[in-house]
């Protein structure tokens, strides 16, 4: 299948950059096959920015970065009409949300008012400036992150806003084998800073990516499967544990990963283990925990284990 050599491609090429990353990788990977979004978090200096750079450059897509400031405005990021002196009339300066792979570091620090201008560019791919809709390039593909242990001057992201993420992936140290091989790369001349010189091949295109998001349409799905993940869904919504369970969107969420996840193996149907393996980071940024479920110590990824093992798995 063809999305497994681009994915066996990809994901052989990133580990001359990237050590000790391979899950969450993988998991950027799935969310770009599928047209979703992914939410990074994790302290700086896990690999995050350098994961969606190397990603970018593999599939030879257009990149951009935006850090995120409270004092950041919404043109910041859309854009907006300027006047030109030499034609007397308006034009637009793009902003740095008209690319292909959006990388927009630290999101949680910006306020509400400039989260949500990306609202309507990470659901419906175009943006709206001034009353004119203006269409965004395909793929478009946001990564944003966030740090899980600083929250001065930070601004949670609302339940709608999270909810455009297919992914919340989780991206923790690397293990110290793994750290040691890249104080190992660095002290023979690796550097970050110029991927160039790594000699990645980047042979996969945007258009590749479009023919294997296709092919993943094709990926058979079972009855019984289509009601685990139902399951699933309705299990968490009725869990005393949470306060908010998954919605409709998170099942929707669940179905069209597994199917690129089981196209990436170069599987021909979705099986359960597809299924758990993806539940986690579709479920984590949907649901929310009581505060009594909290204080016994309770974290969304144990919630969604606890989930699991109450709902039976089609044999």
Not at 148 to 176: C, I, N, S
Not at 193 to 219: D, F, I, K
Not at 244 to 259: D, E, Q, V
Request: with cysteine.
């Amino acid at each position: 299948m063809l999305a497994q050599q681009v994915a066996d491609h990809i994901r052989r090429e990133a580990s001359k950059v990237l050590v000790g990353q391979e899950e969450p990788f993988t998991h950027l990977l799935i969310a770009l096959l599928s047209g979703g979004h992914v939410l990074l978090e994790g302290v700086p200096g896990t690999a995050k920015t350098l994961m969606a750079k190397t990603l970018a450059l593999l599939v030879q897509a257009d990149f951009k970065r935006i850090q995120f400031t409270p004092d950041l405005m919404p043109s910041d990021v859309l854009g907006t009409n300027v006047y030109d002196m030499n034609t007397s009339q308006f034009r637009l300066r793009r902003g740095p949300v008209f690319t292909q792979i959006l990388l927009g570091d630290e999101i949680n620090r910006a306020p509400a008012k400039t989260q949500s201008a990306l609202l309507e560019a990470m659901e419906e791919r175009q943006v709206t400036i001034e009353g004119e809709r203006l269409p965004l390039e395909t793929p478009f593909f946001v990564v944003a992150t966030q740090n899980p242990v600083e929250y001065e001057g930070t601004y949670p992201l609302p339940e709608a806003q999270l909810d455009r993420f297919l992914f919340k992936v989780l991206v923790d140290y690397a293990p110290q084998e793994a750290e040691i091989e890249v104080l190992r790369r660095y002290h023979t001349g690796f550097d970050a800073r110029h991927l160039e010189q790594v000699g990645l091949e980047a042979r996969v295109t945007p258009e590749t990516l479009e023919r294997c998001r296709t092919e993943t349409q094709g990926v058979g799905v079972e009855p019984g499967l289509l009601k685990y993940i139902t399951d699933i869904a309705i299990e968490s919504r009725r869990t005393p544990d949470l306060i908010l369970g998954g919605s409709t969107r998170a099942s929707i969420s669940l179905l069209l990963a597994a199917k690129t996840w089981a196209a990436m193996q170069g599987h021909e149907f979705v099986v359960p283990d597809d299924i758990k393996f993806l539940v986690k980071p579709v479920y984590r940024h949907r649901i929310i925990l009581r505060p009594e479920a909290e204080i016994e110590g309770l974290s969304p990824d144990s919630a969604v284990d606890r989930i699991l093992s109450r709902v039976e798995v089609p044999r």
